[in-house]
């Protein structure tokens, strides 16, 4: 196995790749495609995957329902229940949702389902902000509670729900919901915009108990430079925007806020070694 080498997961339809490849060179990782017509088998050397965004085999019958029944995906759960990092980004979320690697435990507990907004519906794209919760999230843990984290949202299918009452509860009481959306001050938020799809508990981001395998909507590799920072983003990322440019700086060497999330994987990589 190599530990820095990351296999990019990519279905047909799944069209992310290169943003996933520039985000993992941009932590110090190196990352692979791995195209669903290699042999299970193979997936051994890596040691960590990302499923990255796109519309999975056209999204028929439920976005992520059709790759989460790959033969891959079984050999993928044997490997984070090894403990290897899995990083699901939106399509790549509901790919682990519908194949049960998240929120674990081998079963569909969770659904992600069509958006839930006033007045419209179907797909939606913004830029929101993601509050991290405690949780033992190997993407997250080196983020303080509380920090905000805003990301573009672009999806159909966003909202995180189950069928029974206590699932969503449960999760964030046991550490597994590490991202909520939130407001450009800090606060959960409630309604739309805010909150994009009508998310349970406004949760952004579900992971397995363990930690390792995380399910996230917002695309954290569209936000990797400070220059792709939206402008109507407010708060300490604007800031940080601006005392760039006021002084000179390259907005494209500088970290955006989306690349938090691969330096994370990085750190935790070069842990394991």
């Known amino acids: 196995m190599s530990t820095h080498v990351v296999a990019v997961m990519q279905f047909p339809g799944v069209n992310c790749e290169a943003e996933t490849l520039r985000a993992l060179a941009r932590a110090g990782l190196e990352g692979e495609v791995f195209r669903w017509t290699r042999p299970a088998s193979e997936l051994g050397r890596y040691g960590a995957f990302v499923l990255p965004g796109g519309f999975s085999y056209q999204d028929r ?4 329902a059709l790759a989460a029944r790959d033969p891959l995906l079984g050999a993928l759960a044997e490997l984070a229940d090894e403990g ?4 699901g980004i939106c399509n790549g979320a509901q790919v682990l ?3 049960g690697l998240v929120p674990g435990r081998g079963k569909v507990e969770l659904a992600l389902a069509r958006n839930r907004m006033p007045r419209r519906s179907g797909y939606y794209s913004r830029w929101v902000y993601c509050r991290v919760e405690p949780s033992p999230c190997v993407f997250t843990r080196a983020l303080p509670p509380g920090t905000l984290v805003p990301l573009p949202v672009a999806h159909g299918e966003g909202r995180f729900t189950a069928s029974s009452r206590t699932a969503m509860p449960r999760l964030l009481a046991a550490g597994q919901v590490p991202l909520r959306y939130a407001s450009a001050a800090g606060e959960l938020a409630e309604e739309f915009p805010a909150l994009p799809n009508g998310a349970e508990l406004s949760a952004a981001g579900v992971c397995n108990a363990a930690g390792n395998v995380l399910a996230m909507m917002p695309h ?3 936000a990797l430079e400070l220059g792709a ?3 109507g983003v407010a708060g300490a990322w604007s800031e940080r925007r601006l005392a760039c440019v006021q002084g000179g700086g390259d907005l494209a060497r500088e970290d955006g806020p989306g690349a938090v999330f691969f330096r994370g994987l990085a750190a935790h990589l070069m842990e394991a070694v």
């Open 229 to 231: 920072l939206a402008r």
């Open 84 to 87: 290897r990092p899995v990083l």
């Open 220 to 222: 954290p590799e569209r």
């Open 61 to 64: 019958v439920r976005a992520g």
């Open 97 to 99: 949702v519908e194949a």
